[in-house]
C-alpha cells in the first residue's frame, strides 16, 4: 500500500499536520512530541484502533476540548478516519463505507494490520494465539490443482481416493469457494464432515433395517408352497363356491320368509289400526254427531215453546184490548154506560171521577199495546229467528249422520277386509316356508375356510419371504455404496484435518515463514540469533542464541534483542498479508553496531515495500538512511529536514 501524504486534524498533540510521504520516511524527535502518531495513523485509519494508546482507545486521541478528530492516509484514493466521542466513521472519498468493505478491497485482516503495525503486541501473545493468527496469515494464495493433488494424495492413503475432484463431480458436490488455502482447507473439511455424518446416520439406519430384515428372513427360511399345496387350495376355493351357491339359495329362501313374516305383522297391526279406528268413529264421531242432533233438536223445542208462550199472551193482550170500553178522544169520556170488569169498580157518576177513571183505562191500554208490539217485534221474532237456526243446524247434524253411516264407515271396513285378506295370504306364504333353516353346509364351509386361510397365509409368508430376500439384497447393496462413500468422505476429513495434508502445507509454510525470518535475523544479528517457531514438536516460538549455544522463548531476551527479532517477524508478517508496509519505531534502543546492521536491513527489503515508516528519539544527522525522507517533529510540528551528508549512519 503506497502512501503519498498523511493529514492529522486534532489528533493527540497534531492540531493540523500534513506530511508528504516519500519511500522512506524517518520520524526523530523527542519523547511525545507526536512522531509515534504518524506512525500509528495507518493502523488508526484501517482498524479504527491504536495500539499505541491506553487499551487501544482510539477516541483518547482526540485533543482535549475538541469534538472530533481525523486521520487521512492518501494512496491511490484518500481514506479518512473521522473520530468521535463514541464512535468512528470511515470514509473513501468523501463516501462513508464499512471497515469491511475497505479491508476487504484492500484483501487484508484487522488482525493483521494490528500484527504488522505492532509486532511487540504479536510477540506478548500466548504460543496458541500466535499459532491461530500465524496460520490464518499464512493462508495465502494456492494453485488449486496442486491442492487437489496434495489433497488426493492424503486421501489414497485412508481409502483410496486418488481423485478427489473426480470424487466430488460424481458426488454432485462443487468445490467451495475459497481466498486463500486456509479458507479452502476449513471449508473442503466441513463440507466432508457433514457428508460423513450424512453417510455416518444413513449407514447406521440401513444396517438397523437390514437386522430387522435378516431376523424376519431367518424365521421364513424353511417355508416352502409346494405344487400340492396349490392344487389344494384350488380344490377347496371351488368347493368354497358350491358351498357358497347352495347357502346363498338358502339364505335367499330364509330371507324371503322373514320378509314375508315381517309383512304378516305389519298387516296385523294395520288391521288393529283400522279396527280401532272403526271403533273410535263409532263410539266418537257417531255418538257425537247424535248427541249434537239431539241437543240442537231440543234447543228448536225449547225456542218452539217460549214462542207458543209469547203467542198465547199476544192473544191474551189482544183479547184484553177487545174487552177494554172505548173513550172518546174529545172529551175523554167513556161511551159505554156499564161496569168496566177490568178496573173493577162501579162506574163513577161525577164528571171528575169519569175523568180519571177514562185515564187510567186510556193508560193500561196503551200499556198493552206496548206489551203486544214488544213480543210482535222483539223477544217473539228472535224466539222464531233462533227456532228456524236450531231447526236447521238439526236437519244438518241427521244429514252428517246419514252421510257417515253411509260413505265413512263402508270405506273402512272395506280397507279392513281387504287387510284380512293379505294377511291370510301372506300366513299361507309364510307357513309354507316355515322350518327352512341353513343345513350342515354351514359347518363344511367354516371348515373349507379355514383351511384356505392356513394355506393363503402360508402362500403370502413365502411370497414376503422372497420379497425380503430381494429387499434384503438391495439393501446390503446400497449399504456397500454407503459404506464406500462414508470411507472415501472420511479419507477427505482426515486428508483435510489438522493432521492430514493441512498440516503439510502448514509445516511447509511455516518453514518458509521461519527460513525468512531466520534470514532476517541474520542481517540484523550478523547471524548470531536463528529462530524455532516448532519446538518439540509444539508451537512454541524459541531463539538459537550462537554465542550461548541454547534455545531461549524470545521472552527471555533483553528488550534490544526481542527488537530485533521481533523487527524480522514483522517483516514476514508484512510479505503473508500483502499490506507491504513497514512501520520501525524505538530505533534509539540500538546501539550504534545495530544501527550499522539495521540500515543495511533495509537497503536489503526497500524494494519489497511500497511504503516504510522509520521513528527514533536520536537526533536527525545520527539517523541517516539512503534515499530516505528526514523529518523533524517537534510538539506536534512536522519539519522537513535536508540532509547535506552522504547517506551513512
Same mark, same amino acid.
Given at each position: 500500500m503506497k502512501i503519498k501524504e498523511i493529514r492529522l486534524r486534532?489528533?493527540?498533540?497534531?492540531?493540523?499536520?500534513?506530511?508528504?510521504?516519500?519511500?522512506?520516511?524517518?520520524?526523530?524527535?523527542?519523547?511525545?512530541?507526536?512522531?509515534?502518531?504518524?506512525?500509528?495513523?495507518?493502523?488508526?485509519?484501517?482498524?479504527?484502533?491504536n495500539e499505541w494508546a491506553e487499551d487501544g482507545r482510539i477516541q483518547d486521541c482526540i485533543q482535549y476540548g475538541e469534538k472530533k478528530a481525523e486521520v487521512t492516509i492518501v494512496g491511490a484514493n484518500p481514506v479518512t478516519r473521522v473520530i468521535y466521542k463514541k464512535n468512528t466513521e470511515l470514509k473513501l472519498d468523501k463516501q462513508s463505507i464499512t471497515n469491511d468493505v475497505l479491508l476487504g478491497s484492500l484483501g487484508i485482516d484487522p488482525q493483521m494490520v494490528r500484527a504488522v503495525c505492532r509486532t511487540d503486541k504479536f510477540m506478548a501473545l500466548k504460543a496458541s494465539e500466535q499459532q491461530k493468527l500465524l496460520f490464518a496469515l499464512i493462508g495465502g494464495t494456492f494453485d488449486e490443482s496442486k491442492f487437489l493433488a496434495s489433497v488426493s494424495e492424503w486421501a489414497k492413503r485412508y481409502a483410496g481416493v486418488s481423485d478427489i475432484a473426480g470424487f466430488l463431480k460424481q458426488s454432485g458436490r462443487i468445490m467451495p469457494e475459497a481466498s486463500n488455502l486456509t479458507e479452502m482447507l476449513e471449508s473442503l473439511n466441513d463440507?466432508?464432515?457433514?457428508?460423513?455424518?450424512?453417510?455416518?446416520?444413513?449407514?447406521?439406519? $440401513?444396517?438397523?433395517?437390514?437386522?430387522?430384515?435378516?431376523?424376519?428372513?431367518?424365521?421364513?427360511?424353511?417355508?416352502?408352497?409346494?405344487?400340492?399345496?396349490?392344487?389344494? $387350495?384350488?380344490?377347496?376355493?371351488?368347493?368354497?363356491?358350491?358351498?357358497?351357491?347352495?347357502?346363498?339359495?338358502?339364505?335367499?329362501?330364509?330371507?324371503?320368509?322373514?320378509?314375508?313374516?315381517?309383512?304378516?305383522?305389519?298387516?296385523?297391526?294395520? #288391521?288393529?289400526?283400522?279396527?280401532?279406528?272403526?271403533?273410535?268413529?263409532?263410539l266418537v264421531n257417531e255418538e257425537k254427531l247424535r248427541l249434537a242432533a239431539t241437543s240442537y233438536k231440543q234447543q228448536m223445542e225449547q225456542f218452539d215453546h217460549r214462542a207458543n208462550e209469547l203467542r198465547q199472551r199476544y192473544m191474551a193482550i189482544k183479547t184484553e184490548l177487545a174487552s177494554l170500553p172505548t173513550v172518546d178522544s174529545k172529551s175523554g169520556e167513556m161511551q159505554d154506560k156499564y161496569?168496566?170488569?177490568?178496573?173493577?169498580?162501579?162506574?163513577?157518576?161525577?164528571?171528575?171521577?169519569?175523568?180519571?177513571?177514562?185515564?187510567?183505562?186510556?193508560?193500561?191500554?196503551?200499556?198493552l199495546k206496548e206489551e203486544m208490539e214488544k213480543i210482535s217485534s222483539g223477544e217473539g221474532r228472535i224466539m222464531g229467528q233462533k227456532s228456524d237456526e236450531a231447526k236447521t243446524k238439526w236437519m244438518e247434524a241427521e244429514r252428517q249422520l246419514h252421510d257417515y253411516e253411509q260413505a265413512n264407515l263402508p270405506k273402512l271396513v272395506e280397507k279392513k277386509g281387504r287387510l284380512e285378506q293379505e294377511l291370510k295370504e301372506a300366513m299361507r306364504y309364510a307357513d309354507a316356508n316355515r322350518g327352512s333353516q341353513p343345513h350342515s353346509d354351514r359347518e363344511k364351509l367354516a371348515f373349507v375356510n379355514r383351511e384356505i386361510s392356513e394355506l393363503n397365509e402360508r402362500k403370502n409368508k413365502v411370497e414376503q419371504y422372497q420379497s425380503n430376500e430381494a429387499q434384503l439384497e438391495k439393501l446390503r447393496s446400497e449399504l456397500s455404496v454407503v459404506r464406500k462413500d462414508h470411507e472415501s468422505w472420511d479419507a477427505v476429513v482426515k486428508a483435510t484435518s489438522d493432521t492430514?495434508?493441512?498440516?503439510?502445507?502448514?509445516?511447509?509454510?511455516?518453514?518458509?515463514?521461519?527460513?525468512?525470518?531466520?534470514?532476517?535475523?541474520?542481517?540484523?544479528?550478523?547471524?548470531?540469533?536463528?529462530?524455532?517457531?516448532?519446538?518439540?514438536?509444539?508451537?512454541?516460538?524459541?531463539?538459537?542464541?550462537?554465542?550461548?549455544?541454547?534455545?531461549?522463548? #524470545?521472552?527471555?531476551?533483553?528488550?534490544?534483542?526481542?527488537?530485533?527479532?521481533?523487527?524480522?517477524?514483522?517483516?514476514?508478517?508484512?510479505? $503473508?498479508?500483502?499490506l507491504k508496509i513497514l512501520l520501525v519505531d524505538?530505533?534509539? $534502543?540500538?546501539?550504534?553496531?545495530?544501527?550499522?546492521?539495521?540500515?543495511?536491513?533495509i537497503e536489503k527489503v526497500k524494494d519489497s515495500y511500497e511504503t516504510i515508516f522509520l521513528g527514533s528519539r536520536h537526533k536527525a544527522e545520527q539517523i541517516l538512511v539512503s534515499n530516505a525522507k528526514t523529518f523533524v517533529v517537534e510538539n506536534g510540528n512536522v519539519i522537513p529536514f535536508e540532509n547535506k551528508e552522504p547517506a551513512s549512519v
Open positions: 486534532n489528533y493527540r498533540n497534531h492540531r493540523n499536520t500534513v506530511v508528504e510521504c516519500d519511500h522512506i520516511n524517518v520520524f526523530c524527535g523527542r519523547n511525545r512530541s507526536g512522531k509515534t502518531s504518524i506512525l500509528s495513523a495507518v493502523e488508526t485509519v484501517l482498524t479504527g484502533r463440507m466432508a464432515t457433514m457428508e460423513r455424518r450424512g453417510l455416518g446416520r444413513e449407514r447406521d439406519r $440401513l444396517e438397523k433395517v437390514i437386522d430387522n430384515l435378516e431376523s424376519v428372513v431367518a424365521d421364513s427360511k424353511n417355508l416352502r408352497f409346494t405344487e400340492e399345496n396349490r392344487r389344494t $387350495l384350488v380344490d377347496y376355493e371351488a368347493q368354497r363356491d358350491k358351498l357358497n351357491q347352495s347357502i346363498g339359495a338358502e339364505e335367499s329362501q330364509m330371507k324371503l320368509a322373514e320378509e314375508t313374516r315381517r309383512r304378516v305383522e305389519r298387516l296385523r297391526n294395520d #288391521i288393529d289400526e283400522v279396527s280401532s279406528v272403526i271403533s273410535k268413529l263409532k161496569e168496566c170488569p177490568v178496573f173493577a169498580f162501579d162506574c163513577p157518576v161525577s164528571p171528575n171521577d169519569r175523568f180519571k177513571a177514562s185515564a187510567r183505562l186510556q193508560k193500561r191500554r196503551q200499556e492430514g495434508v493441512r498440516a503439510e502445507i502448514v509445516r511447509s509454510q511455516i518453514a518458509t515463514f521461519e527460513n525468512r525470518i531466520n534470514e532476517r535475523l541474520g542481517w540484523l544479528t550478523d547471524g548470531e540469533f536463528k529462530i524455532w517457531l516448532v519446538y518439540e514438536g509444539e508451537f512454541d516460538p524459541r531463539v538459537f542464541r550462537k554465542d550461548r549455544n541454547e534455545y531461549l522463548p #524470545i521472552n527471555a531476551l533483553s528488550h534490544t534483542e526481542q527488537k530485533m527479532v521481533g523487527l524480522a517477524i514483522q517483516d514476514a508478517l508484512s510479505h $503473508l498479508s500483502g524505538e530505533l534509539e $534502543l540500538f546501539d550504534p553496531e545495530m544501527r550499522k546492521f539495521f540500515v543495511m536491513f
